[in-house]
Each structure stands twice: as C-alpha cells, then as structure tokens.
C-alpha cells in the first residue's frame, strides 16, 4: 500500500494480497495512528476495516518483545475471532510478532498457559479478555494498543460496561476505535474513554468526490 514510511515487512505482505492502494480514509489516518494518537475509524467495507486494524497494530509493534501482550484486540464473538486471527497472521507472516486468539468457548487454562510463554498480539471476545485482565495479572505497562473493532455493534448489543472496565484496566495506552457508523453511543464512549481523539470517516472522501 502507498502508505507513508509504511513497514518493509509488512508492505511486503500486503503486496502478497494484491493490495497496493490504501483506501483514502487508511491513507489520511495512517500517520496519525503511527504517532500513537487516540484514533476513530469510520470504514463501511467489514474487510478494510480488519486490514486496518491489523496493519495498524503491527506497524506499531513491528517484532517479538518480552512477555505481556502489548496490543489487545477486542472483537465480537468467535467467529470474528477466528477471521481478525488470520487477518493477523496472513499480514505479519515476514515478521516475529506472536499472535493469539481467545473467545468464550477456548480452554482458558490452556489460554493461560499459552499467553504465559510470551505473545505480542491478544485478540479476544469482550467477556472472555475481561476475565483474563481482571484474573490474569497481565503487566498492562507493556500494553500499547487497545484496539476494539465494530464498536458501534458491541455497544448497540450492550457491551459497554464490560468496555468500560476494560478501558479501566489498561490505563493509559493509544486506544484505536473503529466501527462502521458513527452513533450517539460511540460518542459518548470516546468521550470517556479517550481525552483526545482524531476521527476519520469514509464519508468525508465520499462527499469530496461528490462536490
């Protein structure tokens, strides 16, 4: 993708997937989450939005380091799970970041055991990495993404205390928000979760094709 000081490894992977041009809304916001920035999404395409996600986090981490998860993922069942999983996969397969994914039906002894020998990426439902950070005794110091896809939907399915006392438990870390419309519950939610925020919209290159 044509994306400014972009990841050679990562380019390279997206490249693999015959994707070369970043849609506008991932081109416009690209710098401002490399930055670290607090960042809403607004992307209509379910697709471009795990790729952004996905691309998002690993040009932030880049490699392997130490133990504790250092970008948490927050989807919202298994089967979104399982497909962010391999979005993750298929785009950090040039680098060594560890990838791991939870839901409510994984052994979560074995999740445990797992997450113990050191990942770098956390993907899980809300209920299921709720439990984990309140049980777990993660070091949320090395945390530095929060990441929560389609989070219009997870709030509309009344999701939000459990978002809350996540976004409590970690602290302060970039936090990235991307849903596929903007909603009065979404504002409210970045309003207390982040102190500033950058939002970035497919409707705004929409309308100035348009004019």
Not at 86 to 113: C, G, W
């Amino acid at each position: 993708m044509n994306l400014k000081k972009i990841n050679s490894h990562l380019q390279q992977a997206l490249i693999d997937q015959g994707k070369t041009e970043a849609p506008n809304v991932i081109a416009e916001a690209f710098g401002t989450i490399k930055s670290g920035n607090d960042v809403v999404l607004i992307i209509e395409d379910e697709e471009e939005r795990e790729t952004t996600i996905a691309l998002s986090v690993i040009q932030r981490l880049e490699k392997a380091f130490m133990l504790s998860p250092r970008a948490l993922v927050v989807v919202e069942d298994k089967p979104q799970a399982l497909k962010m999983e391999q979005v993750f996969k298929d785009l950090a397969k040039y680098t060594n970041l560890r990838i791991f994914m939870t839901h409510d039906k994984t052994d979560l002894d074995e999740d445990k055991n797992q997450i113990s020998l050191g990942i770098d990426v956390l993907i899980g439902t809300p209920d299921r990495l709720s439990f984990m950070f309140g049980n777990a005794g993660f070091d949320v110091n090395q945390l530095k993404m929060w990441v929560v896809n389609n989070t219009d939907d997870l709030l509309k399915k009344r999701q939000d205390a459990k978002l809350y006392r996540l976004s409590e438990s970690i602290g302060k870390t970039q936090r990235l928000y991307v849903s596929s419309q903007e909603t009065e519950r979404l504002e409210v939610f970045v309003d207390k979760t982040m102190l500033d925020s950058y939002w970035f919209s497919d409707d705004e290159f929409e309308d100035r094709i348009d004019e």
